[in-house]
């Protein structure tokens, strides 16, 4: 792997990487909650709009939603068209693949139907990013969009670098090279979201749109910066605080706290760091083997009752060894130190 962008990892990038894991702990146990079916539906109608609504779209939360209830909506028909489209490309998200260049391009398709000429092509002319004191950015030219765009992707697929800073980074670039006629703010808040999907399913759920909605001029700003300074970092960096504070911002929504469905009913409280047990080691090769195994299975692999299991868990998530995202039933678990 030869190209790299050009950025650089602060060390409050590196502290904010360590809260957001801390955080989406908390958040995951909290979407496990019995309301968690309307909570997605409301998270992905906040996204919907939120995402459109830093490109000019004019629709209130309220006419979003009736969209995707299927009940008409009196608006301009473009701002209509811009919101189904969206709704169904939200609803293939998991399906499209994050490292591949044909999904890429399938979603553009579904994103910009009707609203462009060739919906789902990179353009073939030239394009320039208006700033609020005229032209803020020439995008490069057409005839290199498709090579910028392979070695993005080779080099998102293949780096070590954290997915947090690689999404991030990916997020700027793709904005940079803006490889499409138009949507190319709403495909880069998508893609970025589906990249952190695929390592904490939690993403396809957490409004990340809306909160950048909030804080739609420094978006900009750190856009501007990164490109000003030749240094995607500094865009990262802004990212990385934007993802904390949604976190932060929709756990409090579901009134998640630290004793949220937490499998007895304990508070987590300071690490207990005791030498692991045998049973603990054995639970925590099991997951290591087979991330995406749910907690009965698991309890008959180490051969225990599930209620032992439980606090066999509470006990290592106290300690810093695992957390898990998504739900019980297609949630994962990650190993946070080694064994």
């Known amino acids: 792997m030869s190209y790299r962008p050009p950025f650089e ?4 990038a590196i502290n904010l990487i360590s809260e957001i894991s801390a955080q989406l702990e908390r958040f995951s146990i909290a979407m496990e909650q019995s309301d968690s079916v309307q909570l997605r539906k409301i998270n992905r109608m906040k996204t919907i709009h939120g995402t459109l609504a830093i490109e000019g779209n004019s629709l209130s ?18 701002e209509i068209q811009e919101v189904r489209n969206a709704i169904l490309a939200y609803e293939q998200f998991m399906k499209f ?3 591949s260049i044909d999904d890429l391009l399938k979603a553009h398709g579904i994103f910009a139907l009707g609203l462009v000429d060739d919906p789902g092509h990179f353009r073939k002319g030239g394009v320039c990013v208006m700033g609020r004191d005229g032209i803020s950015h020439i995008a490069p030219p057409a005839h290199r969009v498709s090579f910028l765009i392979s070695d993005l992707f ?4 293949k780096s070590e670098d ?9 997020h700027y670039e793709f904005e940079f090279i803006h490889p499409f006629p138009d949507g190319n703010g709403r495909m880069g808040r998508f893609w970025q979201s589906r990249l952190l999907a695929e390592w904490n399913p939690v993403f396809e759920y957490l409004p990340i749109e809306n909160m950048i909605r ?3 001029a420094d978006y900009y700003k750190a856009i501007e910066r990164s490109t000003d300074e030749n240094d995607s970092g500094i865009f990262a960096e802004f990212m990385l605080q934007t993802i904390l504070d ?6 409090k929504k579901v009134k998640a706290d630290d004793t949220v469905n937490e499998p007895i009913n304990e508070p987590i409280n300071e690490p207990i760091n005791e030498p692991l047990t045998d049973r603990q080691l054995a639970i925590l090769t099991t997951i290591k083997q087979s991330p995406f195994i749910n907690r009965d299975d698991l309890a008959g692999k180490v051969n225990i009752s599930l209620a032992t299991l439980k606090r066999e868990l509470t006990t290592l998530r106290k300690n810093g060894y695992i957390s898990r995202g998504g739900s019980n039933k297609n949630g994962s678990w990650l190993l946070l130190k080694k064994i």
């Open 214 to 216: 909030e804080n739609q």
């Open 246 to 251: 949604a976190i932060k911002k929709h756990k």
């Open 9 to 12: 990892i602060t060390a409050k």
């Open 97 to 99: 693949n994050p490292y």
């Open 162 to 170: 954290h997915i947090l800073i690689k999404s991030s980074v990916f």
């Open 61 to 78: 939360e309220e006419q979003v939603t009736a969209l995707i209830e299927g009940k008409p909506v009196i608006a301009p028909l473009r």
């Open 154 to 157: 080779d080099w998102v697929k």
